[in-house]
């Protein structure tokens, strides 16, 4: 077959981390192939590869035949891979023209960039893109998320590609804009590029992929058209086989209100929220990513400022202006990024795990070094992590320990309300499985705990109520028999519903 | 290979520099393990050792000071000029501004979030204009009361006194930064600030104590250089801008923060005292010990930094062929 | 498709840009102005075109450091070691350029080669070893003072009689200081109209995404710091034809001078963009600040307490102007 991108045999580890173990892809010009997979399936690393940001351990990508020399940045632009990164390669302190041209400035003698012409290359190219609305002397940083997600496609197609690689490229745009950028992959496939299409959005797979692979555990599990699989397939293949108890038994929660939010208002985007949480719930805080649950959950955490808004924890005012004013109302807060906010990395974990609570150890400023040994040694047995571990370096623990870890150093300070952002992220199966088990100990215990998660499965078998976001409010709170993955997801896409309805 | 030992192991890789380097000097001359000057050495190397103490704190919680070196001066010359209130309690008078000024480097760091280069910049440059404006305006005999001389110059059993201050500061800072709850909030926030915060330390009152530490161990250096030297002059604390910090780093901590120990510092004093003594008997002048000193900086840092794991790790790898990779925190699972 | 294809035109968030006001470039050229305004004020004299070259001729040294020093700072490093180069080139000049005697202009290249390499070595450091910039040019500072001083022990030596002739010469009335400080802005506003330009700010702004759009973050250092020694050296010789003498003890005044002028100027030490044009300025004011002193027989200290508390004013006001309109619009 000609015209062929072949991906064969891709390996890629991270310290212990695993990422890729032998991944296959085949995708054909002219066809818009999507790529799905859980978090840490080894979807971006796979792009990263691609893109050139990191090498190959093993395995090799060919287009018709030919080998990619990829491994830098520069050199996968010169092989016709162009990519729409995730995490957006604009760069903020430079202007949207400079921005799209990078590399591409128009100049004369002694790299004397033409402005006036750069100027107009970029806007002509908006223009053609349908994006004429974006200023082309506006700088990056003015932008809004969505408007440098756009642009960032915008930069992947100023060239025309041989490979094209969308990264997630519609996590925080509109509906309309979302529309556009899967016209442009058809363009572009049109054009005879390869477009490899990650998202986590079935109905865009649904309404643009002509063909997908599935990655699991780095490595791909399931190939094919996409209209040969139903979406239940695509999920179990996704999931793999699901260990038996994964989800932890819950007991009921008791009818009496631990917190009560009203009104709350955070950051310009991000409210006004109402929330009743009762002591032995897990709630859930449900939506698409980026709808503000991130923003909720630092605000009760006292990690952001309060707009508006206010609050009553076991019926007194609760307001707290920092965390450790949240800490002290025994509120405590597992953060999203365990490696920038949870973890001091470089220091043991028994410092990691009793540095929130140091004020139970302290008498005259000095540390009782064997109580805090004790009470630590304890905890991290409460979270299933060896306690030969408590004097190793928190960076020499895989993602899974390490997220036992910062939830440690939750517990040791006696949660009342205990907010957990994404706990499981990038966690393996059988972590996954103790940390349900603790949660539903510690809300039998009488604890309340609020829950996002992006797993939709996780937050109907674990939770006693879901508060779905959409944009900043909580749209819609669903509860016992109504509380599905699809109810979930229903509310959630509400907007996002008419891509089934397209013609793929 | 122990948690411990990985962790003491920049400490003490400055200590085994130190001892080479004394070794080399005392093999090349008799007279340098003599007591006398093994003596001479602990005086100057705890010099270095107060000026460093505020670095080191400030620099663990990731900060820097350059006002050290004025605050130094201002520790002898505003003494003298305080002589009439009596040694002791001038000295006390004095340490006690030192702190304040500090407190001002760290309200502007803390809570003005100014970059600490800029604030102890700015600071050590008001502190310098005092200090010439009060040397322009009194300018009466300046001497030094006799707490200050005694404390710098006089002895123990044979052992300078302040060598055995110094002994005694160690203790004490090495006790704070291992046992103390401010010791673990200084690494806490130098390590990583945004999580320090979310833990719940009170990141701006930690930033705080570490720059008034500084001010103060800074000002009482101020007075037992002067004290050792018996007067007092406006560039007395400039060389210890540059040999505070480069003892901080020597001694094994990162400029970044939350890694090091004052221990460590004490070495990077030492073997700095060490390099500076031993140097000259090789012939070198004052120019080549600034090249020397300059290598020894770069390369040291260099070996606790990427070449020190690179090192490290072939040994493990070596001793047990364990699979781990070195770096492996920088790398987020995918 | 097609119907996705045509409908979709993305959301009408239609953001023209109003005309950015430069705040920081504004503020910097207020306090410049002002204090110019002073300085002519108490020396009317100062208003005559030989006056303002000699005033220059005190100035340009500080003015080619702070420039160096901004490169520097505009990729997020900081370089304690251009007064090493400063030092180094400043006996360079009267040991070699000077004792060659006679008119020997082009010895002076080999001067600004050694500034070039110098800057280099840090760029290696910083950009190669991956070394802290505190830490490199903390290093290379105390090696490049040693350089300095067995270059030129003591203080000493004279420049080569042109050079001193030159930095008091003028170009039909205008002196040559004057037009040297002009030459380095219009120099910086060239800089900045070019790729290199663009990659500066790109990787002063964001590495990683810098490299992700395949620029290579090290040959970007390398020449930033490679220019910042070039800049450092001309201060250096600049140094030797203003004082008419080699001082190689006169780097180490120039270093923090140099980050408050970046800083004073409004060149942000985090990346978040500056200029030299702005250091020129911060310079000029900080020159205007120790000729008032000069000229009113004022005592040392009140210029350097003029020259810190001007550091301090302004960086806490910008500081305070930033969380106020953060907090406008969190």
Redesign the interface.
């Known amino acids: 077959m000609t015209n062929m991108l072949r991906i064969a045999g891709l390996a890629k580890r991270y310290g212990s981390v695993r990422a890729l173990e032998g991944a296959n892809v085949e995708a054909a010009a002219g066809e818009i192939h999507a790529i799905l997979g859980e978090n840490g399936a080894g979807k971006s690393t796979m792009i990263k590869i691609l893109a050139g940001v990191t090498p190959a351990d093993a395995g090799e990508v060919t287009l018709d035949g030919t080998r990619l020399a990829l491994g830098r940045p520069a050199r996968a632009d010169r092989a016709g891979v162009r990519t729409a990164f995730q995490e957006l390669s604009t760069v903020p302190g430079l202007t949207v023209a400079e921005s799209l041209l990078f590399r591409r400035e128009p100049s004369l003698a002694l790299g004397f960039v033409r402005r006036r012409e750069l100027n107009r290359h970029a806007s002509e190219l908006l223009s053609r893109l349908g994006l004429a609305h974006i200023d082309v002397r506006a700088r990056i940083d003015e932008l809004g998320l969505g408007e440098r997600q756009l642009l960032e496609v915008a930069k992947a197609l100023r060239d025309p590609a041989r490979v094209l690689v969308l990264d997630e490229p519609t996590s925080a745009l509109s509906t309309e804009d979302s529309a556009w950028v899967l016209g442009q992959a058809r363009r572009a496939a049109d054009a005879g590029a390869v477009v490899l299409f990650i998202t986590h959005r079935l109905a865009e797979v649904r309404a643009a992929a002509d063909r997908l692979t599935v990655l699991r555990g780095g490595v791909d599990v399931l190939t094919g058209a996409t209209e040969d699989f139903g979406d239940d397939e695509l999920i179990a293949a996704m999931l793999g086989r699901r260990i038996e108890r994964l989800y932890a038994e819950r007991t009921a929660p008791r009818s009496d209100a631990v917190l009560v939010v009203r009104g709350l208002r955070v950051g310009g985007r991000v409210g006004p929220l109402d929330l009743d949480a009762r002591a032995g719930e897990i709630l859930g805080i449900g939506g698409l990513q980026g709808q503000g649950q991130r923003d909720l959950l630092m605000a009760l955490g006292g990690a952001r400022r309060w707009l508006d808004g206010s609050a009553e924890l076991n019926g007194a005012p609760f307001h707290p202006l920092s965390p450790r004013e949240a800490l002290r109302r025994r509120v405590a807060l597992v953060p999203e990024d365990r490696q920038r906010e949870g973890l001091l990395l470089g220091h043991s974990v028994q410092a990691n795990v009793t540095l929130a609570a140091l004020a139970q150890f302290v008498r005259h400023g000095v540390l009782d070094v064997r109580k805090e040994t004790l009470a630590a040694r304890s905890v991290v047995a409460r979270v299933g992590l060896a306690e030969q571990r408590l004097p190793d370096a928190a960076n020499t623990l895989s993602g899974g320990n390490q997220q036992k870890v910062v939830l440690a150093k939750a517990l040791l300070s006696d949660p009342l309300v205990l907010l957990l952002y994404d706990c499981t992220r990038g966690v393996d199966v059988g972590t996954k499985a103790e940390i349900f088990a603790l949660m539903a100990e510690l809300a039998s215990a009488g604890a309340t705990i609020l829950y996002y998660s992006s797993d939709l499965s996780e937050l109907v078998h674990m939770c006693d109520r879901v508060a779905v976001m959409v944009e900043g409010r909580i749209r819609s709170v669903l509860e016992s028999d109504e509380l599905s993955e699809q109810a979930i997801l229903r509310v959630a896409l509400a907007e996002a519903e008419h891509y089934r309805s397209a013609p793929a | 290979m122990t948690a411990w030992a990985r962790r003491a192991a920049p400490t003490l890789s400055a200590w085994a520099l130190c001892v080479v380097l004394f070794a080399i000097g005392a093999i090349h001359s008799s007279g340098f393990a003599a007591w006398d000057n093994i003596r001479d050495l602990l005086v100057f190397a705890s010099f270095v050792g107060f000026a460093a103490v505020g670095e080191t704190l400030v620099v663990l919680g990731g900060g820097l000071d350059l006002s050290v070196p004025w605050v130094i001066a201002f520790g002898g010359i505003q003494l003298s000029h305080w002589a009439s209130i009596g040694g002791g309690a001038g000295i006390v008078a004095v340490v006690a501004v030192g702190a304040a000024i500090g407190f001002v480097n760290g309200v502007g760091v803390a809570w003005l979030r100014v970059p600490p280069i800029v604030m102890t910049l700015a600071v050590g440059g008001l502190v310098q204009a005092y200090l010439l404006a009060i040397g322009l305006l009194q300018s009466t005999g300046n001497q030094l009361p006799a707490a200050a001389v005694d404390i710098a110059t006089s002895r123990v059993a044979g052992v300078p006194i302040v060598a055995l201050i110094w002994l005694g500061v160690a203790l004490l800072v090495g006790g704070l930064l291992a046992r103390a709850a401010l010791g673990r909030k200084i690494y806490a926030v130098g390590a990583s600030e945004t999580v320090a915060e979310l833990s719940g330390v009170d990141v701006r009152r930690v930033r705080l104590q570490t720059y008034m530490l500084s001010g103060a161990f800074a000002s009482f250096a101020g007075v037992v250089i002067s004290g050792y030297v018996g007067q007092t002059y406006l560039d007395i604390g400039n060389p210890y801008l540059f040999t505070s910090i480069a003892a901080v780093i020597v001694g094994g901590a990162s400029i970044l923060g939350g890694r090091g120990t004052y221990w460590g510092t004490v070495a990077g004093a030492m073997t700095l005292t060490v390099l500076g003594a031993m140097l000259p008997l090789f012939g070198l002048s004052p120019a080549g010990l600034d090249i020397v000193y300059g290598i020894v900086i770069l390369v040291g840092v260099w070996a606790s930094t990427a070449g020190g794991a690179l090192v490290l790790g072939r040994i493990r790898h070596h001793r047990r062929r364990s699979p781990q990779l070195p770096g492996a925190e920088v790398q987020h699972a995918p | 498709?097609s119907?996705?294809?045509t409908?979709?035109?993305?959301?009408?968030?239609?953001?023209?840009?109003s005309r950015r006001i430069p705040w920081s470039a504004l503020s910097t050229a207020a306090i410049m102005v002002a204090l110019g305004a002073a300085d002519v004020i108490i020396q009317p004299n100062l208003l005559n075109l030989f006056q303002i070259g000699l005033l220059l001729q005190t100035a340009l040294p500080l003015v080619f450091v702070a420039a160096a020093q901004t490169l520097v700072v505009l990729v997020r490093g900081?370089d304690l070691s251009v007064g090493g180069v400063l030092v180094v080139a400043n006996g360079l000049t009267v040991v070699t350029v000077g004792g060659a005697g006679g008119d020997h202009q082009l010895l002076l290249i080999l001067v600004l080669v050694v500034g070039l390499a110098a800057g280099a070595l840090n760029g290696v450091?910083v950009g190669v070893?991956?070394?802290?910039p505190?830490?490199?040019t903390?290093?290379?500072?105390?090696?490049?003072?040693?350089?300095?001083?067995?270059v030129l022990?003591t203080d000493g030596g004279t420049p080569p009689p042109w050079l001193i002739n030159f930095t008091l010469g003028a170009v039909g009335g205008v002196p040559n200081t004057l037009i040297i400080l002009v030459g380095v802005v219009v120099v910086w506003r060239?800089l900045c109209?070019?790729?290199?330009?663009?990659r500066i700010?790109?990787v002063?702004?964001?590495e990683d995404?810098?490299?992700?759009?395949?620029?290579?973050v090290l040959a970007v250092k390398l020449i930033v710091y490679s220019l910042a020694g070039l800049c450092a050296a001309l201060a250096g010789i600049l140094l030797a034809g203003a004082t008419s003498t080699g001082t190689p003890t006169a780097g180490?005044a120039y270093i923090?001078t140099s980050?408050?002028a970046v800083?004073i100027g409004g060149t942000s030490?985090?990346?978040?963009?500056g200029g030299v044009g702005l250091t020129v300025m911060a310079a000029m004011a900080l020159t205007f600040i120790s000729d008032i002193v000069n000229a009113e027989n004022f005592?040392?200290?009140?210029s350097?307490?003029a020259?810190?508390?001007l550091?301090?004013v302004v960086?806490?006001l910008r500081?305070?102007v930033e969380?106020v309109v953060e907090r406008r619009?969190?």
Not at chain 3, 193 to 198: E, Q
Not at chain 3, 269 to 273: F, I, K, P, T
Not at chain 3, 299 to 302: A, E, H, L, Q, T
């Open positions: 498709m119907a996705a294809t409908a979709a035109t993305p959301s009408p968030l239609v953001r023209r840009r900081i450091l070893l991956g070394l802290q505190f830490i490199a903390l290093g290379t500072w105390t090696i490049f003072n040693g350089i300095a001083l067995t022990p060239i109209a070019t790729k290199l330009g663009i700010r790109a002063g702004a964001d995404r810098a490299s992700l759009n395949g620029t290579s180490d923090l980050v408050a800083v030490l985090v990346g978040r963009g005592s040392v200290w009140v350097v307490a020259s810190s508390g550091l301090l960086v806490v500081g305070v969380q619009h969190a």
